[in-house]
């Protein structure tokens, strides 16, 4: 990669729609906006269904993308839903402000409905095209049945449902079906579209010379098609309880760590098919972007598991991960060259460092870990010596920059007083300056610091469900456009 810079904005925070951004027409501006500042990454949050809190990180189905994202402007313009529909959401308009989860849920729904009764008037050149895509998603029936299943189930996980349910048995789901076509029809329709839709996206990025940097989890959530339809792959018991779950253990940031509750994986059963589901899951979210983070990079090395019991992540222990293997299984499927970022945060060591340099991944700096007084430490920007890295301000789990300084103690202001032009008017420039001229191939800055907000726009506070992943632009902000040239001219000073 030649020196670039990028921004984070995940697809929901995009403008001009009312409920969340879409793989349509808000989208394809975004783009343009890119490239005509000479942007050339766009990086974004996992693009599957969020939880129910809206967190794409806990998903019900890690293969599926997020029927938010759906266009109802090009569906009609494709044909496929008719025209004054577009609207059909709900009576209640959402807000340009904040994500509404429950109103995104019923737009969804409503065009589901709307998109299997017009089916029956599409060319057969589309269904034959539909029935082809279907084909080739081992991943869609699972997802679709576990979908719909969820929602007759008044939304209860899958170990509360029906035993016959909660059971996958391909054969016992035969005739639930076929009593269920209809449903399971809009399901395939919705991913169908969402897949036709952001191939339009990748070729125009392409076109644009746009890098699209995606995301994806470790771990599952265990209330997901992917646990319970292949309930042997991770830590659960005949009974659906969780025997060893995830986390972190205690640190100086938390006294009793980080208990995150998903199952660990049954690394043996992995190994034994030779990582197939693992191969097939990075192959997936591979054909939808051109870089790929990989979150938790640590737990490839070695992972916290906690007894499935405990309520706090204290009594937890490190168990080895076949990391080693995997990523060189992967990087063969990739034809030799891994196009991974490893979220090297938290808790690392030489043998995760190791494993990350071994396969020649880019690890993550974050300049508002930088500054401890410390000459040594990481982050300072005098010490990105290697090109292989790429650096934040901060994250979709940090404080903006301008929220981080407000909150860091006098001491610490003190420390980078010599560092920043405008001591007495801080502003997020400060921070996205420093990073663009590090020695980094690439720099990435959250939308939210071009536009010098302060932690009212925060996308994710982690140990909180209030307000988090919510956060949208304004399309009648006038600041947008003036910040991304701003942005666009200091890249090309720093020649990225």
Known sequence: ???????????TSLPDTPFCGTFGETARLWLNDLAENGIRVWQFLPLAPPDSLGSPYSSPSSFAFNPWFLDANDLVRDGFLEAGLENLSSKTQGSEKRVDFQLANTKVKNLSSSLVDYWGKQSA????????WCDKQFWLDDHSIFMELKFQNENL????????????DKKRLENWKKHNEKELLGHNLIQWHLFRQWQSIRELAKNLGICLFGDVPFYVAKDSADVWSNRSLFSILTNSNTYLQSGVPPDYFSETGQLWGNPVYRWSRHKANKFKWWRRRISRHLEQVDLLRLDHFRALEAYWAIPGKHQTAEKGFWLPSPGKELLGLVRKDCGGFLPLVAEDLGLINSKVEKLRDDYELAGMKILQFAFDGNCDNPYLPENIKDENWIVY????????????????????KEQIKNRILDYENFSSWELIRMGMGTNAKLFVAPMQDLLNLDDGARLNKPGTIENNWSWRLNSNDSNIKEALEKYGFLAEEYKR
Request: no cysteine; charged share 30%.
């Open 1 to 11: 990669m030649e020196r670039k810079s990028g921004i984070l904005l995940h697809p």
């Open 125 to 132: 050149i589309a269904k034959e095209e539909f029935g082809k």
């Open 157 to 168: 996980p899958w170990w509360e449902w029906p035993e016959k349910f909660a059971s996958y």
């Open 393 to 412: 301000t901060g994250t979709h789990d940090n404080s903006t920059s301008l929220g981080w300084w407000r909150s860091i103690d006098q001491d610490k």
